[in-house]
């Protein structure tokens, strides 16, 4: 059983379109982080929200974490052809002291 | 102020061989997280240390698996008598305090083939 759901697994759109990329779980978290990932490299943290229902912006990506904290999304706005990558959220759960990551988007963006 | 640095990155090593990952973290952080990733998958959490000390080990093979943080010198992360099954990057990261008070930053992964 995967603690934390990630679709779509695979995604693969136009440059210019917009996209949402979801992190679902059964489990409340007390924070959760996004993740890319480029081929033979490791993660790169793009952001981390701790309140439920808050939601941060990193230029065109726009995070919201759910009110009941556990699940999250992520929306690019005009996909460009350097957004292609594996997009991995990250939870801690209540109480616990490390991360879990979700089985992960890769997204494809067509110039 | 050098990232985590992993080495090797890539590693072969033939079916009963051990391997020996090492993990430098960021300076100033004493919180060191292993992950295994397979192709085209997410990461999976492995072992929680801090130095000297195993926190969680939860997502660690029984057998054949252990790491450790000692006070001076980098974690390592060690695989006895490897199978095929046991090819995988795996990754690890650090942070200065416990998550979720602070965050982990990632090093760049070593690649074990095991053939």
């Known amino acids: 059983t995967q603690l934390l759901e990630q679709s779509p697994q695979f995604l693969s759109i136009q440059e210019g379109e917009n996209l949402t990329v979801y992190c679902n779980s059964s489990s409340v978290f007390s924070s959760l982080q996004w993740y890319r990932q480029e081929p033979g490299e490791g993660p790169v943290l793009l952001v981390t929200v701790v309140t439920g229902g808050e939601v941060k912006k990193l230029k065109r990506l726009t995070f919201q974490f759910g009110d009941a904290r556990k699940d999250s999304s992520l929306h690019i706005t005009a996909a460009q052809p350097g957004d292609t990558g594996l997009y991995l959220c990250?939870?801690?759960?209540?109480?616990?002291?490390?991360?879990?990551f979700g089985t992960g988007t890769r997204l494809t963006v067509i110039p | 102020n050098a990232g985590v640095m992993q080495n090797p990155r890539h590693l072969v090593r033939r079916r009963g061989q051990e391997a020996r990952l090492r993990c430098s973290p960021m300076k100033g952080h004493s919180h060191v997280y292993w992950y295994r990733q397979l192709p085209e998958e997410g990461l999976k959490f492995m072992v929680y240390?801090?130095?000297?000390?195993?926190?969680?080990e939860s997502g660690m093979p029984k057998e054949r698996f252990s790491a450790e943080f000692p006070k001076e010198g980098p974690s390592i992360l060690r695989i006895q008598q490897v199978v095929r099954g046991d090819s995988a990057a795996y990754f690890c990261?650090?942070?200065?305090?416990?998550?979720?008070?602070?965050?982990?930053?990632f090093g760049q992964g070593t690649r074990l083939t095991v053939v």
């Open positions: 240390l801090q130095k000297e000390n195993i926190i969680d």
């Open positions: 990250a939870g801690v759960r209540t109480g616990a002291n490390n991360l879990f």
């Open positions: 990261a650090s942070s200065p305090g416990a998550v979720p008070n602070t965050e982990a930053f």
